[in-house]
C-alpha cells in the first residue's frame, strides 16, 4: 500500500509540474475544431497504473481541460481552473497556449497525447459539452463554492473503535461533489510517541455482500488527530444510499517500523 502511495505521490507532482503548459483536443479530418470542443479528461500518465488514476481521482486530483467554439479553453486541476486558447492546426494537432507558453497536442485513434519535459499524458472525451469548471483565479483557488459543494451528507457522529492507541469517529457518510462515496473519519493517535499509519486493509472490505476495496491511508503523528475521507471507487456505489452492510477491517502499524500495532474489524453505521 505505502508503495502505491508514493506512486501517488510522484504521479500528482508530475501533474502539477507538467500542467502549467497543457491542455487537450480530438480530431476530425472534415473538421478538426469541431472534434476538439467539448470536455476531456486525463486517462493515462507516464509511469501510473490504472490502480494509481484511480486513486488519484478518488482523492480529487482530477484534470479536465474544456474547449469552447471561440478558441478558448479551460484546464481544471485539482480544484483549480486556468485559462488558455487553442488552434486545430490539423486534423491529427492542436496547439495549446497558457500564459504565452504553447505545446503542441497530437491526436490518434480518439485519444489526445501530450508530452512536456518527458512526461507522456493521454486525454479522452467525456462530452460534446463544454462544462462548467468555474473561474480561473491566481491565487489558486476557484471562485465560488458550488463546484466543490458535497452532493449529499448524512450526520453519523457515532465512535466505532478506540483503545489505548487510536480511536476512530464517523462524522458521516457523503457524495462529495467528483461523485464519489464514503465516510469522513476522524482518526486519534493516542500514543504519545509514536506516529502511526492507519489504512483499510484491503481484501476484508465488502458493501452489501459484494468485495470493493476502500481507498484511505493516513499518517499520523504522535497526540494528533487528522479528518480524512475513506471512499469506495466502485460503479455499484452511484450514491450513499448504496453504502449498506459495510464491513471490514482497519490496519494500524507504527510509521517508522511498520510493525503492527492493532488490526480491527468494524460495521460502518
Not at 104 to 109: H, R, S, V, Y
Not at 214 to 239: G, H, L, R
Amino acid at each position: 500500500m505505502k508503495s502505491k502511495l508514493k506512486v501517488f505521490g510522484v504521479v500528482a507532482f508530475a501533474i502539477a509540474l507538467c500542467f502549467a503548459l497543457v491542455g487537450c483536443g480530438g480530431g476530425d479530418k472534415a473538421d478538426p475544431k469541431k472534434a476538439v470542443i467539448g470536455t476531456w479528461e486525463l486517462s493515462e500518465l507516464t509511469g501510473a497504473s490504472e490502480d494509481d488514476m484511480a486513486m488519484m481521482k478518488a482523492f480529487g486530483l482530477t484534470v479536465e481541460a474544456t474547449f469552447a467554439e471561440d478558441g478558448t479553453f479551460k484546464l481544471g486541476m485539482f480544484g483549480e481552473t486556468m485559462d488558455g486558447t487553442w488552434d486545430a492546426k490539423s486534423a491529427d494537432k492542436v496547439s495549446l497556449t497558457i500564459e504565452g507558453d504553447s505545446v503542441d497536442a497530437t491526436i490518434k485513434d480518439g485519444v489526445l497525447s501530450i508530452e512536456v519535459d518527458g512526461e507522456g499524458m493521454k486525454f479522452k472525451k467525456t462530452s460534446d459539452e463544454v462544462k462548467d469548471l468555474g473561474s480561473s483565479s491566481s491565487s489558486g483557488t476557484t471562485s465560488g463554492s458550488s463546484a466543490t459543494d458535497d452532493q449529499a451528507v448524512q450526520a453519523i457522529d457515532k465512535e466505532i473503535y478506540s483503545d489505548d492507541s487510536i480511536s476512530v469517529m464517523v462524522v458521516d457518510k457523503k457524495q462529495d461533489w467528483l461523485d464519489s462515496c464514503g465516510y469522513t473519519l476522524v482518526v486519534t493517535n493516542k500514543s504519545a510517541d509514536t506516529a502511526i499509519d492507519f489504512s483499510g486493509s484491503y481484501g476484508t472490505w465488502t458493501v452489501n455482500g459484494k468485495m470493493i476495496s476502500p481507498y484511505i491511508y493516513e499518517t499520523i503523528q504522535p497526540n494528533a488527530y487528522v479528518e480524512t475521507f475513506m471512499t469506495f471507487m466502485d460503479d455499484s456505489i452511484k450514491s450513499i444510499d448504496d453504502l449498506v452492510n459495510v464491513q471490514g477491517s482497519f490496519e494500524v502499524t507504527n510509521s517508522k517500523t511498520y510493525d503492527e500495532i492493532v488490526t480491527f474489524q468494524v460495521t460502518m453505521p
